[in-house]
């Protein structure tokens, strides 16, 4: 077996945590983006949207607490479609080359490039609920450890949908089309905004779109989490189609099988 | 005699796009010590060839070892001991030259310690010692490729390939790296593959392949390829192109 694996790994989380630390207005922006949604929209529809008792929450609670979990989720949604955006810059400009030439497995080097872009966005979905703490939403402080896996697992979800849409985006300029075609429809059809017996009230159909929406389950995972709480079908859900986006990405980027492999060398 | 195995041999390697064939049963060797050109004009299937050879692409037919490691069996052990500088500059501009052969390095499973020492050796040779904790951003096209040159070796490897390295740089520079490499590949004993349509890189002495639409047309010295003619008339004459 080849040494050197976790030099590797160490390497590539290496240079996209110095690229983040280098990109100082993708962190405010990140940041920016879920902060608006609380103080902005979440107070202007608390006076809309009453919530009554539901899980995981013990008691009524206020439309700001309720956002909050699907902005976590939010934050991380980007961020997996940023790393995508990334990897797309970086097969352009050659620097995805110079990855995937290294000797070791593809599915590894692809593997650290997700886990790098997880940990990233830990840090910023960490410094939104900081300040959404202060703001008054106040988890129980036991709720931030048991955050975190829940983040790591709904991370690497969005993160392999973003690595396999990479695979399949041609040039940067269609990137934005794509993105549009993701970002919007899977943040808005989810539980991320309003709780999923609401939506029924509305439309049936897109309350089930909603239900079968992976990004509701990592909202769901993340919010029972944060509350100390697991709910089971979101974190199968969660898993499963992480693995399958994760193993359809490792595919898309096989040098004999791939999409990036169909593509014309010159 | 060495035994060594050759650092590069391609053996009856077709590949298509779809319907398009782009290489047809194409075999070469890039030998020890010797700095090998891959002559063609573009579109004519070099960039194709130098994707296979990366692994960027699987191998449809044929065979491809690097340093007598088939690379559809062993692709790890068969990257391992290849370099490669691509065509479009790949260098991270928003950091460091120190930080790009730290990242190259960890890629090549190189630790820390290992990597800065070798890549100041490198540099010095280069002529960027003091470049090292510039942003690569703010070299000049030569000097940076002249990293990247250094990036590639930092691994130590058997097989140097490059791709149109010079495109885009003046005359001067491109005639150092040219000697560089020629340099390197007698100092070190590497295999340098270099694919150009530049016919003024190549020296008489070089051995050269010349491919035209996806398939090798002549092989031999430069000097050989020409015989009574220039380079450039002869390959003109084998390609069929207009000068």
Redesign the interface.
């Known amino acids: 077996m080849r040494p050197g694996w976790l030099i590797c790994a160490r390497g590539i989380i290496w240079r996209e945590a110095l690229r983040f630390l280098q990109q100082k207005e993708r962190f405010f922006a990140a940041l920016v983006r879920p902060l608006v949604w609380l103080f902005i929209f979440a107070a202007g529809f608390r006076a809309v949207l009453g919530l009554s008792i539901t899980e995981p929450y013990q008691t009524y609670i206020l439309y700001e607490t309720y956002v909050v979990p699907g902005l976590c989720a939010m934050i991380q949604l980007f961020n997996g479609m940023q790393s995508s955006l990334s990897m797309v810059y970086d097969r352009e400009t050659g620097a995805m080359r110079t990855l995937l030439i290294s000797p070791y497995p593809r599915w590894f080097l692809l593997a650290s490039k997700l886990a790098a872009s997880v940990i990233v966005s830990l840090f910023q979905v960490y410094a939104f609920l900081a300040i959404a703490y202060a703001w008054g939403v106040e988890p129980p402080l036991l709720g931030f450890v048991t955050l975190l896996p829940a983040l790591v697992l709904s991370g690497m979800l969005l993160g392999a949908i973003g690595l396999f849409l990479s695979s399949a985006i041609k040039q940067l300029e269609n990137f934005a089309g794509v993105m549009n075609f993701v970002i919007f429809p899977t943040f808005f059809a989810s539980s991320a905004l309003y709780p999923l017996w609401r939506l029924r009230e509305g439309s049936v159909w897109l309350h089930d779109i909603a239900l079968f929406n992976p990004f509701t389950h990592c909202v769901e995972l993340i919010r029972f989490a944060l509350y100390l709480e697991v709910n089971w079908i979101s974190l199968a859900v969660v898993v499963g189609t992480g693995a399958a986006f994760l193993g359809g990405a490792f595919l898309a980027y096989d040098p004999s099988r791939g999409l990036i492999a169909r593509r014309r060398g010159g | 005699m060495s035994s060594e195995p050759v650092p590069l041999a391609i053996e009856g390697v077709s590949h298509r796009?779809?319907s398009?064939e782009?290489l047809r049963d194409v075999s070469l060797e890039a030998a020890r010590g010797q700095f090998t050109v891959l002559l063609g004009v573009?579109?004519a299937g070099k960039?194709?060839l130098?994707?296979l050879i990366?692994?960027?692409?699987?191998?449809q037919s044929g065979r491809i070892t690097v340093g007598g490691v088939d690379l559809g069996r062993a692709?790890?052990?068969a990257?391992?001991q290849?370099g490669?500088v691509?065509?479009?500059?790949?260098?991270?501009t928003?950091?460091t030259v120190a930080?790009n052969m730290?990242?190259?390095?960890?890629?090549?499973?190189?630790?820390r310690r290992q990597t800065l020492a070798r890549a100041e050796a490198l540099l010095g040779r280069m002529g960027l010692s003091e470049r090292m904790h510039d942003k690569a951003g703010r070299l000049s096209g030569g000097q940076q490729r002249r990293v990247e040159i250094a990036r590639a070796l930092l691994h130590k490897p058997r097989l140097i390939l490059c791709d149109e390295a010079t495109v885009g740089l003046d005359v001067r520079s491109r005639a150092d790296i040219v000697a560089e490499m020629h340099r390197l590949a007698a100092d070190e004993g590497l295999g340098v593959l270099w694919t150009t349509h530049l016919i003024d890189e190549v020296a008489p002495e070089d051995p050269v392949y010349v491919l035209h639409k996806g398939a090798i047309l002549a092989s031999g010295s430069a000097a050989e390829i020409a015989g009574e003619r220039t380079l450039e008339a002869a390959f003109l004459a084998l390609t069929g192109t207009e000068a």
């Open positions: 796009y779809g398009t782009a573009n579109g960039t194709t130098f994707n990366t692994r960027l692409f699987g191998t692709p790890s052990d990257l391992a290849m490669v691509f065509q479009s500059r790949a260098l991270d928003s950091l930080q730290l990242y190259q390095g960890a890629l090549h499973g190189l630790a």
